[in-house]
């Protein structure tokens, strides 16, 4: 079953040395799975996942043929219409926790809040499940969690209180964007584990974004890898370490490895064609 | 030889109730010419243990002998020629309103090189920068070519061991790739020791031929690589850490 459907997107930024196209023509579906997209910095990955949610802001143009969430075309919705899109339907868990909380709120202030917002609860219904939600997140001691401020929190703990925040609302798709790479790999694998379990018993979907290419084999059902704002290859999770395109390959061969030690490492020559070659498209 | 010797190293940063313990009486050694890793979570003091070398953490304890010589408190303009560091962030860590050129420039003339200009030169050209780059400031460069010019500034005084604390892990993979090559040649031409920090296991294991595991400010285990790649660590956290990143 489809959730989303994205068809031909474009991201441009107009500058002074003309138009740039951060995403140039992307077309993927998604479905309840976890969905990853991967690529280099400036790949346009986290564009991708920003114009999902219509968060890209003058002077930045987003155009598509169609975003459509179960039939229903984003690009068509009011500024107004899509704040009922975000949280509730669609949510996003940003890179850094240290940025995305709000410095002078508590935390229980500001799960509340993303509750209140999206349903008629009352504050005491909404404090019972930011604490469930908490719990949820494999944080033990939720009570004093929810009375302090987020600088009293390390960055896997406040990832953690990111993902609660926006689970609370019960999204049908959560766009994770490079979720764990400002933690610990111990931690990492905590996170991971709490977003899958949260993914598979709710049956969201999920769209990962990432430069881990291992993570992702690991983690994912399915990968769309991008380079220079195209999709360039759709592969199975399963058989990332099998993949075609020669970008996917000097990836793959770029990461040292325990099991097979090297001399020197490959380095990946880029090929000029592959940014000019037409985007694969992701749907199914 | 032992290029470095740490016995009983303690540093601590504040007094008082403040006093945190960031490392813990940890010893290891470093042969000449080789490579030693240093890993585990953040917060584990294993930057720390570096900065605490190159004297930019005050407070420490112990014994640091560098090439026989033991290290003072107030360290002689001869240590920073014998040692340099290059820091993690490449964005951060050069000065935003100078020159490639100036960058390099200054730190020949602290040195007291007299042939500047031809070294720098010769030092952009080692890290594989080419001649084009020497008068571009810090933000017409990518995170790699940035990367490039931290090493470069930290040959110049031609030191015998490099200190690394997480040199690649603010760039892409393919990036990393350019950069680690860079280092094992430059280690191989010019008989160079490392001391590397990192968290990323697989890159240790690439580089280094011994590694220290750190956790909590205490130095775990010390094992060599070929333990590592048959996954035969012997203390639980370290069992732990290799399991999560496979």
């Known amino acids: ?284 | 030889m032992n290029m470095l010797d740490v016995k009983d190293l303690s540093v601590w940063f504040g007094t008082g109730n403040d006093r945190v313990d960031a490392v813990r009486d940890s010893n290891f050694i470093v042969k000449r010419g080789a490579s030693f890793g240093l890993v585990g979570e953040s917060g584990s003091g294993k930057s720390t243990i570096l900065r605490a070398i190159m004297g930019l953490a005050i407070d420490w304890s112990g014994a640091i002998s560098v090439a026989g010589k033991p290290v003072t408190k107030t360290r002689p303009k001869s240590f920073y020629k014998s040692v340099q560091m290059v820091f993690q962030d490449p964005y951060a860590s050069l000065h935003p309103r100078h020159s490639v050129d100036q960058v390099l420039g200054e730190t020949l003339y602290l040195h007291g090189f007299k042939d500047i200009d031809a070294r720098v030169v010769k030092l952009l050209d080692d890290v594989g920068l080419g001649g084009n780059f020497r008068f571009r400031y810090p933000h017409q460069l990518s995170g790699g070519q940035r990367q490039r010019v931290a090493i470069a500034r930290a040959l110049a005084p031609e030191p015998e061991i490099l200190l690394l604390d997480e040199p690649t892990s603010a760039l892409d993979v393919s990036v990393q790739a350019e950069i680690l090559n860079l280092l094992t040649d430059l280690r191989n031409k010019r008989g160079l020791t490392f001391v590397m920090v990192s968290h990323d296991l697989s890159v240790v294991g690439h580089m280094c031929e011994h590694l220290a595991v750190m956790k909590n400010g205490e130095i775990v285990e010390i094992m060599d690589v070929a333990t590592l790649r048959e996954m035969r660590a012997s203390h639980p956290y370290s069992k732990e850490l290799l399991a999560a990143s496979i």
């Open chain 1, 1 to 284: 079953m489809t959730l989303l459907d994205v068809q031909n997107l474009w991201v441009k930024f107009p500058s002074r040395q003309g138009v740039f196209d951060a995403v140039r023509g992307v077309s993927f579906t998604l479905g309840r799975e976890r969905l990853a997209i991967v690529g280099e910095s400036g790949s346009g990955k986290s564009m991708t996942g920003r114009a999902i949610l219509r968060l890209i802001r003058p002077p930045g143009i987003v155009t598509a043929n169609e975003i459509s969430l179960q039939g229903a075309d984003l690009m068509q919705k009011s500024e107004r219409q899509m704040r009922d899109v975000r949280g509730q339907r669609i949510s996003m868990v940003m890179q850094d926790p240290k940025f995305s909380l709000n410095p002078v709120m508590t935390i229980g202030q500001q799960i509340i809040e993303a509750y209140r917002l999206h349903s008629k609860a009352s504050k005491s219904e909404a404090y019972t499940k930011a604490l469930e939600m908490l719990q949820a997140v494999s944080i033990h001691n939720a009570e004093r969690v929810m009375r302090a401020y987020p600088h009293e929190m390390s960055g896997g703990m406040g990832q953690r209180i990111m993902i609660a925040m926006m689970l609370i609302p019960n999204p049908e798709i959560l766009i994770a964007d490079e979720p764990t790479s400002a933690l610990d790999v111990s931690v990492q694998r905590q996170v991971l584990s709490i977003i899958d379990t949260l993914v598979t018993d709710r049956g969201m979907g999920l769209i990962f974004i990432s430069h881990d290419l291992n993570l992702v084999a690991d983690f994912c059902d399915r990968v769309l890898i991008m380079y220079s704002g195209r999709i360039v290859e759709v592969c199975d999770a399963k058989n990332l370490q099998n993949a075609q395109h020669p970008y996917t390959r000097g990836l793959l061969n770029s990461l040292p490895r325990l099991d097979a030690p090297r001399k020197k490492l490959e380095v990946l020559s880029r090929d000029p064609s592959w940014s000019n070659a037409p985007s694969v498209s992701g749907r199914i």
